[in-house]
């Protein structure tokens, strides 16, 4: 089955402590993406690849790190979580038009 | 800065039809995007325009306007399985990016019997 997953689903973290929110694709996607929905402000990008080797800050990078060293993974990194990046993510990948999701992970850093 | 407005909610009877619309302000316009998110759900692709005009896709139709920065989603016989929430996005591309995509915050839509 064609599908966009990420990995854990929820987390609960405290301040400082580093994470890495996983997420895999299967559909031999390009590109990649990184989000955060909060109440009231919608989607809002963090990350974005292109390809392997290539990435790009999208409008609220600050706080988060990406890597994209196999096409099918793109995991992101808090090196330092701290509470206002307690959100919902998702990842994303998508050929030509088509942009498919992961089911989300919520956070609460604490 | 960008800035992509879309009114926060909107009321309507099952079988009736409702016009979503989405203004943006932006350059490096690349294409505009609709996406459906059920509450607790992942969003989920409807539609994307580039050039000015409609696109129909069954009981969903999406128009465009790039000169007046203007798109808007139509929703035909309405079913309740159709509220949700319907994000408008925007795609640009600038000198130093490309690929960027920015939403609205959503139009919550609620249909009623």
């Known amino acids: 089955e064609a599908q966009v997953t990420q990995n854990p689903r929820y987390l609960i973290t405290v301040t400082g402590k580093k994470l890495t929110v996983t997420c895999s694709q299967n559909?031999?996607?390009?590109?990649m993406s990184w989000y955060r929905q909060d109440p009231g402000l919608g989607l809002r990008q963090i990350y974005y690849s292109m390809n392997v080797e290539v990435t790009d800050k999208g409008d609220v990078p600050e706080g988060y790190k990406v890597s994209r060293k196999e096409k099918r993974n793109f995991p992101l990194i808090l090196e330092s979580p701290s509470p206002n990046q307690t959100s919902l993510y998702f990842c994303?990948?998508?050929?030509?038009?088509?942009?498919?999701f992961g089911p989300g992970t919520r956070l609460l850093v604490l | 800065g960008q800035n992509i407005d879309q009114p926060t909610e909107m009321t309507a009877t099952e079988g009736a039809i409702v016009q979503i619309n989405c203004t943006y302000q932006t350059s490096g316009f690349n294409g505009l995007f609709w996406y459906q998110q059920h509450a607790g759900e992942a969003p989920t692709f409807l539609s994307y325009?580039?050039?000015?005009g409609l696109e129909e896709k069954g009981r969903f139709s999406s128009f465009l306007s790039r000169s007046k920065g203007y798109s808007y989603l139509l929703l035909k016989e309405l079913q309740m399985k159709d509220s949700a929430s319907y994000l408008c996005a925007v795609r640009v591309v600038q000198s130093d990016s490309w690929g960027k995509l920015q939403f609205g915050a959503g139009t919550q839509v609620v249909v009623t019997p």
């Open positions: 994303a990948s998508s050929r030509e038009e088509t942009q498919y």
């Open positions: 559909m031999n996607h390009e590109y």
């Open positions: 325009n580039v050039l000015d």
